[in-house]
Each structure stands twice: as structure tokens, then as C-alpha cells.
């Protein structure tokens, strides 16, 4: 598929939400393409930089997601202090966050893919990122469906950085704790020379996307996030077809949730932003070769099995790599500083399955 | 790459299919309620969902 016919069908489908939704929908739709398009155009993979760190003691990757946390909370903790009714990504240190950020980065390393990086893998057209997208859905459906069980085995309030030390306190909390990971990183990695550690696509890819996480919080009025929207269309699914009841639940029954699920899903923004990323990773990758390797049948089990754990397991951490790691970290949350040690440790033992399962050679 | 394009076809048209159910179940969209184009400055705190949200 050639790339103007795509970007004919992006432009309507936006025109259709100005005239339809609202120009809020339609702004939001397209910081979504260009998320996408950043994503697969500069092939920024959050589950890709952790693996090159482990396996080839690469830090290029980590470095740059270093890079976006940093520009991102730049951007966005002054705006939160400047405009009370921006909101942070805060969420509660708990349990479920402890077990869901392991299993995440434990599967996210087998599905080769976290919530973004599915995303715009399926929007390139990566057979298996399309097959595990459903499975994420259902899996955080069901994640959120279980949530309360969860939250009962352990939960205390959220902790806002923002809220504590103001903006220039949480920038040098969050600034600090980032040049702790960068400089544990090269010492792993044992590089010399900025030509070994920073990388031209993975420093511009850490710009543009900061700047939209940025836009995104401005316009939408909080982080950008992933998993909910997945988690809404499978609960939009489940309850048409009667096999789920949303009163019974605690988290579909809050009048928010409750609406939501009500409503057109073109009014939900992570739904939006989410089928811009699509839409703008197929974007870029129109007109070039496929990235889909051939997989065994046990491959895709495994693949597949995967991605529905890291639905489930994104929606007991409260959120993915993007609602936790860089909306959480970026706006002061210390539910994202307790991600990601703990999926980074899951990305341990996920390599070894990878591994196992033959993953690399395929 | 035959297989591949089977797969992507189905996995566009299934989330057009989705978008148009969605659309023809869901209530009509109210535009009198538009929200404001940017909410920073708008005073109106967002009451979006959002994966951080523990309900």
C-alpha cells in the first residue's frame, strides 16, 4: 500500500472527527499518527533498548528513553503546578504493581513488543504484534475486571513528586534518578566515547516523542496512556455480547468508567491516540519491505499467551511502558519509579524465555 | 507474505468493523457538549480514563 492513500483516509477520518466528535478528538488523533510515526519511523522500542542493554551491553536504547523521561518531565511539571486541572499519572504503590510490572517486563520480552511497541508493530504489519493486540485487549479487560481482588491483597495512596517538592524539586528528584540509571547502564555496558552510547535515531525519536507526550498532556488534560483503551474495547465487546455485566464490577461501575462504556469510543482519548499510533506506524511503513519473520506454530502459542498476560499484567501495574514508565515518571508518580525495576527484573527472566523458545534465532 | 497480507487485511477490517459497530450502538455524540480544543487553561479537569486509574 502506497502512502497517500493512507494519509487520504488519516485526513478523513480526522475531518470526520472535527465535524462529528470534537476538534479536541481530532487534535488528539493526530498527536496519535505522530506518535506512531515516531515510534516506527525511529523504530523506538522500549522492549528492544532493555534487551540490547542485557544481551549486547548496548546502552543506546536505554540511553534514550533516559533522554525522553527527561524531556518529558521538562515539559510537563511545570505545566502540572502551572494548570491545576492537568493531571498527573498517579498511581498507587501496591501488590498488584509488584506482581504486574514483573510479568509484564517478563512477557513483553516474548512478545517482542510492550503496549506501545505492539501497537505500532501491528500498525507495520508484524503478524504476530497483530495477532497478540486482541489478546492484550481481553487481557486488560480482564486485568480491570479483577482489579479490586488485587487491590485487597495490599495498596497504600499514590505519591505525586510533584505534589511533595513542587515542579523544580520533582525535575531534580526525577533528573537525579535518571543519570543513576544512564551511568549504571554504561558501567555495564563498559563503553567509551559518546559514539558507543548515543544514537542519532534513538535521540530524535526521544525529542519527538516527549514533545507530543508534552501536547498530549496539554490538550487532554493527562498523560498519554495505552492500556485503557485496549482494556474498553474488549468491555465494549464483552458486555454487548451479554457475557459481562459492568454494575457487578468495580471498576466498569464508577459513574467514569460506567460513561465511558456507554459512550462512542471515538470519544475516549487513549482509544484515539491509540488508533492514531496505529495509523501512523502504517504510515510509515507503507511502501517498505515487511517486517514479519516467519514463526513456529509453538512460537505463536507462546507469542500469543504472551500478549494476553501483558494485558492482564499492564492493567495490575497501572499501566505500560508509556502509562507507567513514561507518564508516571515524567509527571512525578512514584508508581513509575517502582516499574520499572521490577519489569526490568521480569525482562531478566523473560530473555531467558525468549531464548528458550527460540525467539532470537526466528 | 501471502499469509501476511490475509493477516493484515483482517486485522484492519476487523478494527473498521469495530469502529462502525461501536458507532451505530453508542448514543449520539452531543456536540453542544464539545470540550474545550486544549484543556490546560480550559478549568475543566479532565475525566478521561487513564491506565493509571486504579478505579
Not at chain 1, 159 to 170: E, I, T
Request: aromatic share 10%; hydrophobic share 55%.
Amino acid at each position: 500500500m502506497r502512502r497517500l492513500p493512507i494519509a487520504a483516509l488519516a485526513a478523513a477520518l480526522l475531518f470526520v472527527l472535527v465535524w462529528n466528535v470534537s476538534v479536541r478528538q481530532a487534535a488528539l488523533f493526530a498527536i496519535g499518527i505522530g506518535m506512531g510515526a515516531t515510534l516506527a519511523g525511529a523504530r523506538f522500542g522500549f522492549t528492544t533498548g532493555w534487551r540490547n542493554l542485557i544481551v549486547a551491553r548496548d546502552p543506546r536504547g536505554v540511553v534514550g528513553q533516559a533522554i525522553l523521561l527527561a524531556l518529558a518531565a521538562l515539559g510537563s511539571m511545570p505545566l502540572l503546578v502551572q494548570f491545576p486541572e492537568l493531571k498527573a499519572a498517579l498511581a498507587p504503590p501496591s501488590v498488584s504493581l509488584v506482581v504486574g510490572a514483573f510479568l509484564f517486563g517478563l512477557t513483553m520480552q516474548i512478545a517482542d513488543g510492550c503496549g506501545s511497541g505492539t501497537l505500532y508493530k501491528a500498525g507495520m504489519g508484524v503478524p504476530l504484534n497483530m495477532g497478540i493486540l486482541p489478546l492484550f485487549a481481553l487481557g486488560s479487560f480482564l486485568g480491570s475486571v479483577h482489579l479490586d481482588r488485587w487491590l485487597a491483597l495490599g495498596v497504600i495512596e499514590p505519591v505525586g513528586l510533584v505534589d511533595h517538592f513542587g515542579a523544580a524539586g520533582a525535575l531534580v528528584a526525577t533528573f537525579a534518578g535518571l543519570a543513576a540509571a544512564v551511568v549504571l547502564a554504561l558501567a555495564w555496558s563498559g563503553v567509551k566515547g559518546h559514539a558507543s552510547w548515543l544514537d542519532r535515531r534513538w535521540l530524535w525519536g526521544a525529542v519527538l516523542l516527549a514533545a507530543l507526550a508534552v501536547l498530549n498532556l496539554v490538550v487532554a488534560g493527562q498523560p498519554w496512556g495505552v492500556v485503557y483503551g485496549f482494556g474498553l474495547w474488549a468491555a465494549k465487546l464483552a458486555t454487548a455480547a451479554e457475557v459481562f455485566d459492568p454494575a457487578a464490577s468495580m471498576f466498569w461501575s464508577q459513574p467514569g468508567n460506567a460513561e465511558i462504556l456507554r459512550q462512542s469510543v471515538l470519544l475516549d482519548v487513549t482509544s484515539i491516540t491509540n488508533i492514531g499510533i496505529l495509523a501512523g506506524a502504517l504510515w510509515v511503513a507503507a511502501g517498505t519491505a515487511s517486517a514479519g519473520r516467519q514463526l513456529t506454530a509453538v512460537q505463536w502459542l507462546i507469542g500469543l499467551a504472551a500478549g494476553f498476560v501483558m494485558g492482564y499484567s499492564s492493567r495490575l501495574a497501572f499501566g505500560c511502558n508509556v502509562g507507567a514508565m513514561v507518564s508516571g515518571i515524567s509527571t512525578g508518580s512514584l508508581h513509575g519509579w517502582l516499574w520499572v525495576p521490577l519489569a526490568f527484573a521480569g525482562t531478566l527472566i523473560g530473555l531467558r524465555v525468549r531464548r528458550r523458545f527460540g525467539f532470537d534465532a526466528a | 507474505m501471502k499469509r501476511t497480507a490475509y493477516l493484515k487485511s483482517a486485522f484492519w477490517g476487523a478494527l473498521a468493523l469495530f469502529l462502525a459497530w461501536d458507532h451505530a450502538r453508542a448514543p449520539r455524540i452531543d456536540l453542544r457538549f464539545e470540550p474545550p480544543l486544549i484543556a490546560a487553561g480550559s478549568g475543566q479537569t479532565s475525566t478521561a480514563g487513564h491506565c493509571a486509574l486504579p478505579k
